[in-house]
């Protein structure tokens, strides 16, 4: 049976303080939702190659800590 790779970019913004620049990070995910890899962003990518986007506007610094996630279905860097 093969395994498919997502590709998941997550977004930490805090949304009580909006010049807090957004932590920016780059899972890879399989089927069963397990994360493979994850690897922190410096910027936005220019190019849109992301199969899911998820946001946590918490303020939370890393991916361990958030409990909750909204996912963008138009965002601008989705796959078409």
Same mark, same amino acid.
Do not use: W
């Given at each position: 049976?093969k395994? @498919?790779? #997502?590709?998941?970019?997550?977004? !930490?913004? /805090? #949304?009580? $303080?909006r @010049?807090? &620049?957004?932590r ?9 939702? $397990?994360? !493979?890899?994850? #690897?922190?962003? +410096?910027?936005l =990518? +220019?190019?849109? #190659? %992301?199969?899911?986007?998820w946001e /946590?506007?918490?303020?939370? @610094?890393?991916?361990? @800590?958030?409990?909750? %996630?909204?996912? $963008?279905?138009? $965002? =601008? !860097? !989705? &796959?078409?």
């Open positions: 049976m395994r @498919t790779v #997502r590709i998941v970019l997550v977004i !930490l913004s /805090n #949304r009580l $303080h @010049t807090q &620049k957004a920016l990070l780059e899972l890879e995910c399989d089927d069963g939702g $397990h994360i !493979l890899a994850e #690897r922190k962003l +410096r910027s =990518p +220019r190019a849109a #190659r %992301f199969d899911e986007v /946590n506007d918490d303020g939370k @610094t890393d991916l361990a @800590t958030c409990h909750r %996630f909204k996912k $963008h279905y138009r $965002h =601008p !860097l !989705l &796959k078409a």
